[in-house]
């Protein structure tokens, strides 16, 4: 098992820096917008996976992915304002850390960036890593356009 290292391109959101903090702190604010489609946006790239059964509260959220069972992400750790703490735990077949950080830019913009460290099989890694790759450049492009409020 290799720990590996995936660094989203840096996104700016028109939001201040609290706002964006507080939305992205709260998974219960994600849940409502994954259930609206966003969870069949990410699986369409990959048909063999699907995503059901997602249930999120403030610090966690839990889902099934076919044909790996259930999986859970967890907050860990929040530095106000300016980054927020992911956690896996069980279910997947690598574990990951996490963090998106945030910059201001003004009293009205943000910077973001994603960075995931992720702990893989050199199988694991030649399946999906250049999807990772891809995948915490999309997630951030995604992240930087939800409804802030």
Known sequence: ?????YVSEVKTIDHNQQ????YLSNFENLASYLNSGLIEK?????????ITDFESDRDSCKFNITGLGLA?????????FKS?????SGGLPLS?????QLVPIDEYKTKMRL????????MIKMMAGNKLEEG???LADTLSKLPYQ
């Open 1 to 5: 098992m290799g720990i590996n290292k």
């Open 19 to 22: 706002i964006v903090f507080n």
């Open 42 to 50: 990410i699986t369409e790239k990959v048909p063999q996976i699907k």
């Open 72 to 80: 859970e992400i967890k907050i860990v750790n929040r530095d106000p």
């Open 84 to 88: 927020i703490k992911v956690e896996s």
């Open 96 to 100: 990951f850390t996490f963090w998106i």
């Open 115 to 122: 960075t995931l460290h992720a702990e893989m099989s050199m």
């Open 136 to 138: 915490i450049n999309q």
